[in-house]
């Protein structure tokens, strides 16, 4: 049996829903009267095999980044558990970990003492983050200056350069422009060429999944419909949104 380096048992994540709220009718209101709920992630459970690249699909809304952000550790799940087996991990997603104040320059240091890297290991992969990024001055500048496509650029730079045990990728594959996303699937395909990486990727793009993952998980309304082969579990996904279009 192959080494677990994700193990999420019984995992249940609950958004309390915001709409028409105030801090005042939150003070004044009456015992017992609740604030709506909304549960993202329904009791999920699944392991992923140490070395393994797990692909994520589901339509919008279906708890995908939600499950992918508290496998990171961006937040704690209301119940059940999330185990990495002391692995590193780090997340790969659009505004996820960036303080949009500070030059890009900056968020590498801090993005990467988050990941748990010192400034000397920043450091030496600093000029190597930057070139991959190739944002140019743009790097001394404000990351509230950015573009979506530049965002993400330097977002996929750290990650892919200051390597973790797992990586957890949300959507970025396909943002950017079409050179830079040959040349982002390029690397991503070195990374988890090794085979003590562990990579979990959400994303709608079926090509990317069937390429590059050994299972596909399919999640709707926050519950896995299915967990197996790319080939068939893809294709059940595809008739599915097919007839939801009809």
Same mark, same amino acid.
């Given at each position: 049996?192959?080494?677990?380096a994700?193990?999420?048992?019984d995992?249940?994540? %609950? $958004?309390?829903l ?34 393994? %690249? ?29 185990d990495? /087996?002391?692995?590193s ?16 320059r ?15 290991? %920043?450091?030496? /992969?600093?000029q ?10 743009? %790097? ?14 330097l977002?996929?730079s ?78 059940? $996904? ?9």
């Amino acid at each position: 049996m192959k080494e677990v380096a994700i193990d999420v048992r019984d995992v249940k994540i %609950i $958004y309390k829903l915001m709409k028409n709220f105030s801090i005042q009718r939150n003070l004044l209101r009456r015992d017992g009267e609740k604030a709506e709920e909304f549960e993202a992630v329904k009791g999920m459970s699944f392991q992923v095999e140490k070395g393994e %690249i797990l692909g994520i699909v589901g339509r919008n809304g279906s708890g995908k980044s939600t499950l992918l952000r508290a496998i990171a550790g961006v937040f704690s799940p209301n119940s059940g558990t999330i185990d990495l /087996k002391g692995n590193s991990v780090s997340l790969l997603s659009l505004g996820v970990g960036f303080k949009d104040t500070l030059t890009g320059r900056r968020n590498i240091y801090l993005s990467g003492m988050l990941l748990g890297f010192s400034e000397r290991e %920043i450091r030496e /992969k600093e000029q190597e983050i930057i070139d991959f990024a190739e944002l140019g001055e743009f %790097i001394d500048r404000p990351v509230k200056t950015y573009s979506s496509g530049m965002y993400s650029k330097l977002a996929f730079s750290i990650t892919c350069n200051l390597e973790t045990d797992i990586m957890l990728v949300d959507e970025v594959l396909s943002v950017g422009d079409e050179g830079f996303q040959m040349k982002s699937l390029a690397k991503m395909e070195s990374l988890i060429q090794d085979k003590d990486r562990t990579v979990i990727i959400v994303s709608h793009s079926i090509e990317t999944l069937e390429d590059l993952c050994d299972r596909v998980m399919w999640m709707n309304d926050g519950i896995a419909v299915e967990i197996g082969e790319p080939e068939k579990v893809l294709k059940k $996904y595809q008739e599915y949104m097919t007839l939801r279009t009809e």
